[in-house]
């Protein structure tokens, strides 16, 4: 098993960073929303702020219960996650973004480790395809061997530098920041979901997989 050699109290704080890097920019323009309300007469103005704030609210909102899902300790220790809350908090945070979602997971439970995976690799996933895209999203089980799919295919669809080594190989990142901790924390609950990850990249499109049986992805971490 891998050792990652990061202090918890580090872990924890980079990854509230990272949560309220997501936030921020939604809950600034429901406050510039709120200013222009305050100080504008113009009828028109005041339409287009208040669309501003509603807008911002449904997104920070979106964020904020994607993020309780992804990061957060929901449903308590050893618990499972719901998928279709887990499906709708998704498309909920997909509504803003350039990517589309495509989820195919099953109605059902998932054990809690497994779920967070999920949605982390799902933020994996949309980072690699900055430009615009689809990412479909499916989760099966098969006897005693769960696996977790994701594919992004979009323009230039690509990993970030370092997240392939960090994903499959136990790597740390360096420097390890507010953005670089979000794919090992991905890695963290792999491990904690006693699973395997592989990543395989074509042109335009970028996969992600979880196994319960690390060796079946043996292999396929193959750069092209």
Known sequence: MTEYNIDPLDLAALVASRVCHDIISPVGAIVNGLEVLEEEHDESMRAFAMDLVQKSARQASAKLQFARLAFGASGGA??????????RCSTAFFEREKANLDWRVPAGLLPKAQAKLLLNLLLIAMNS???GGTIVVSAGQEGDVATLELVAEGDRARLGA??????????VPSPLDAHAVQPLYAALLAQEAG???????????????ASTRPEALAGVNDPD
Not at 162 to 171: E, F, P, S
Not at 201 to 209: G, I, S
């Open 129 to 131: 395809i900055a430009r």
């Open 195 to 209: 699973m395997g990850v592989s990543v395989s990249e074509e042109e335009n499109r970028v996969t992600l997989k």
């Open 162 to 171: 370092g997240i392939r080594d960090v994903l499959t190989q136990g790597a």
């Open 78 to 87: 050893g618990s499972e996650i719901d998928m279709v809350e887990a499906g």
